[in-house]
């Protein structure tokens, strides 16, 4: 099989951000999670994840995060080989991301600004740097008058835009996000994806998970669909 190239001195507008060839994941307990998936995804792509429950979307991400390694084929995220990579790297890997989950997990005894900054103080920043940023993000997901305001006092789709600062704090080249919108009503679901729109269009790489058919077809990005491991539909334009 042909070796993926990961020289971060490529052009970025060539080279996929993210690459699968011939991968494939089983579990210990014997389940097929994922045969003999190829896909890339380029800088810049928004690009939705599709599928029915046990399709593989959760694996496909944990294997993008190097929460699992896959048996066989290769993988390139951001630059890295994952295929290769030591567990002491994988810290540096996620520093390049940002994560967006379905259940916010904010810490609840810290407050919004602090909930944000913890993301940057795990990368080393502080000090002023960090409060310019922070208070960068929240404006950007409309937050600015909440940062000192504790989780409990916010909405669901308050503490999901909390979330999204997090994730775009340390200004990562991508953003993933898993089922950003399963706790928040539809309302505010579309506003998190047109909030994750503009980001996308000022150059940050967006995937995300949703089961929300009806978001996917909206905002017409591109969308891959999974079935039983393997992807059975790439379409562009909000096709399912």
């Known amino acids: 099989m042909e070796e993926i ?17 011939g991968v494939s ?3 210990k307990t014997g389940t097929h999670a ?12 928004f690009v939705f994840v599709v599928g029915s429950s046990g399709a593989g979307k959760s694996t496909f991400m ?11 084929g290769k ?10 990579m030591p567990r002491r790297q994988v810290p540096m890997l996620r520093r390049t991301m940002g994560i967006v989950f379905q259940d916010f997990r904010l810490i609840p005894t810290m407050n919004v600004f602090e909930n944000v900054a913890f993301a940057m103080h795990v990368v080393g920043d502080s000090g002023r740097h960090v409060r310019v940023e922070v208070s960068k993000a929240l404006s950007k997901v409309g937050l600015g008058d909440k940062a000192r305001s504790m989780p409990s006092q916010l909405s669901g789709g308050e503490q999901q835009r909390v979330g999204l600062a997090r994730a775009l704090v340390n200004a990562p080249d991508l953003i993933i996000a898993d089922e950003p919108t399963g706790n928040v009503d539809p309302n505010m679901s579309y506003e998190i994806v047109s909030l994750l729109t503009e ?6 790489t967006i995937l ?14 591109r969308v891959i669909m999974l079935d039983k491991g393997k992807i059975v539909a790439d379409n ?3 096709d399912i």
């Open 5 to 21: 190239s990961i020289n971060p001195a490529d052009n970025a507008v060539q080279k996929p951000i993210i690459e699968f060839r």
């Open 25 to 27: 994941k089983t579990y």
């Open 34 to 45: 994922l045969e003999d998936v190829n896909i890339k995804i380029n800088k810049g792509e």
């Open 62 to 72: 944990k294997l993008i995060m190097r929460e699992e390694k896959a048996n066989t």
């Open 75 to 84: 993988i390139a995220v951001n630059g890295f080989d994952l295929t290769k």
């Open 199 to 204: 980001i996308n269009k000022r150059g940050t």
């Open 208 to 221: 995300m998970v949703t089961h929300d058919h009806n978001l996917v077809r909206d905002f017409q990005h």
């Open 236 to 238: 562009v334009g909000g």
